[in-house]
């Protein structure tokens, strides 16, 4: 079981704005990092920190964190943007290790 | 630009060990959490461990007995072992570079980042008799 927990799916119309959250005690401490994965692709870093960006991702990913939970939001939502989104942690044990949310599908309408 | 590259054994057999490297070019090692993270088929990210340049690691407790990372530092490689491999350790195994600190803010309780900035490309494992 993971101690971070996403939603399995989530599906936004095209264009419009969509959030996809992720829960668990270390973020209260930690920021979440956010990683897109498209199928048969490594995972790719779209969100760290507070709300950073790398270079390359485009400006409609956006992250945001209250309490215990953390939000990846893409603001007016493109086909390029289905995927599986990941987002990781260290855990709350204190004992600096990783670990990842479930997962989020998100479906593109 | 910062590339990692990795390779190893892809078809093992039960209670084998497998074993697989990455290679990091174009930055540098130090300062870095050097990771593993693998993927079931069909089925989400899993960190495996990491070390750091100066050899100390992290293990994911449900794999710690059987995980060693190591590091190379001479040939900026670092190395994953696993033994005594079942069907269930049947994955991509990604290596990455793993950035972790203390963001400070004078007038709240301090808050930390972790994240992975840069992945190898995936090697996929299976295990099969």
């Known amino acids: 079981s993971s101690e971070l927990t996403q939603d399995p799916a989530v599906s936004v119309a095209l264009g419009q704005t969509v959030r996809i959250t992720c829960q668990g005690d270390?973020?209260?401490?930690?920021?979440a990092s956010w990683y897109q994965q498209k199928p048969g692709q490594a995972p790719v870093l779209v969100i760290y920190g507070k709300n950073n960006r790398p270079s390359g991702i485009p400006d409609r990913f956006s992250g945001s964190s209250s309490g215990n939970t953390a939000s990846l939001t893409i603001t007016g939502a493109q086909a390029e943007d289905e995927a599986d989104y990941y987002c990781?942690?260290?855990?709350?044990?204190?004992?600096?290790?990783?670990?990842f949310g479930g997962g989020t599908k998100l479906t593109v309408l | 630009q910062v590339q990692l590259q990795q390779w190893g054994a892809g078809l093992l057999k039960p209670s084998e060990t497998l074993s697989l490297t990455c290679a990091v070019y174009g930055g540098s090692f130090s300062g870095y959490y050097w990771s593993w993270i693998r993927q079931p088929p069909g089925k989400g990210l899993e960190w495996i461990g990491e070390i750091n340049h100066s050899g100390s690691t992290n293990y994911n407790p449900s794999l710690k007995s059987r995980v060693t990372i190591s590091v190379d530092t001479s040939k900026n490689q670092f190395s994953l072992k696993l033994s005594s491999v079942t069907a269930a350790d049947t994955a991509v195994y990604y290596c990455a570079r793993g950035i972790s600190g203390v963001v400070v803010v004078a007038a709240t309780p301090k808050r930390y980042y972790y994240y992975m900035d840069v992945w190898g490309k995936g090697t996929t494992v299976t295990v099969s008799s």
């Open positions: 270390s973020l209260r401490s930690y920021y």
């Open positions: 990781n942690s260290r855990d709350s044990s204190g004992n600096h290790l990783g670990v």
